[in-house]
T-cell receptor
Framework: SQQGEEDPQALSIQEGENATMNCSYK?????LQWYRQNSGRGLVHLIL?????REKHSGRLRVTLDTSKKSSSLLITASRAADTASYFC???????????FGQGTTLQVKP | DTEVTQTPKHLVMGMTNKKSLKCEQH?????MYWYKQKAKKPPELMFV???????INESVPSRFSPECPNSSLLNLHLHALQPEDSALYLC????????????FGPGTRLTVL
């Protein structure tokens, strides 16, 4: 069953601009994670935010979580061409390690 | 060592072949996962191994057979696959099966002819 929806599906920005991606989910969660995937390669974990947290920062990344709205956002500040990738949110409802991924946002950062 | 390795990188097989995908991690993680990812789609969970025991099978067809010989190794045995099984197969691991960061390997690109 699909848990996460992301928008936009695709985003194209210039280097130096900020990129914001949104994720919505349907049921209660333990945590929400964001992953990046460069074309045809494995996923890289970016950040994990727990259900009792509202905001988290890691370098140029800022993640917010609103459990009342069942939504999260990922902000990448001062984007670089190397940030070009697909970004997925993933939720874990049970304590089984079962992650359910959103459909993803494809980000293109133009130099 | 924070790496998950997968072999082979690419695999082409016929529908009557038997092949295996291999995944290895040396981070001491006790949970390992297989995911399937079709082009332009998110990864979909196939199997979860927790402390070397199969804990989740997401109703995967029996032509896919997972095996966890020890805490560092995870195999996926393939037999009588269909062309629609062509996809990127990703392995991941985490310290425990609790809600935690998963570390992904680079994947095996499988093509079934």
């Amino acid at each position: 069953s699909q848990q996460g929806e992301e928008d936009p599906q695709a985003l194209s920005i210039q280097e130096g601009e900020n990129a914001t991606m949104n994720c919505s989910y349907k049921t209660s969660i333990n945590n929400l994670q964001w992953y990046r995937q460069n074309s045809g390669r494995g996923l890289v974990h970016l950040i994990l935010i727990r259900s009792n947290e509202r905001e988290k920062h890691s370098g140029r990344l800022r993640v917010t979580l609103d459990t009342s709205k069942k939504s999260s956002s990922l902000l990448i500040t001062a984007s670089r061409a190397a940030d070009t990738a697909s970004y997925f949110c993933a939720t874990d409802r049970s304590n089984t390690g079962k992650l359910i991924f959103g459909q993803g946002t494809t980000l293109q950062v133009k130099p | 060592d924070t790496e998950v390795t997968q072999t082979p990188k690419h695999l082409v097989m016929g529908m009557t072949n038997k092949k295996s995908l291999k995944c290895e991690q040396h981070m001491g993680h006790r949970a390992m996962y297989w995911y399937k990812q079709k082009a332009k789609k998110p990864p979909e969970l196939m199997f979860v191994y927790s402390y070397e025991k199969l804990s989740i099978n997401e109703s995967v067809p029996s032509r896919f057979s997972p095996e966890c010989p020890n805490s560092s190794l995870l195999n996926l045995h393939l037999h009588a696959l269909q062309p629609e099984d062509s996809a990127l197969y990703l392995c991941a691991s985490s310290r425990t099966p609790d809600p935690d960061t998963q570390y992904f390997g680079p994947g095996t690109r499988l093509t079934v002819l």
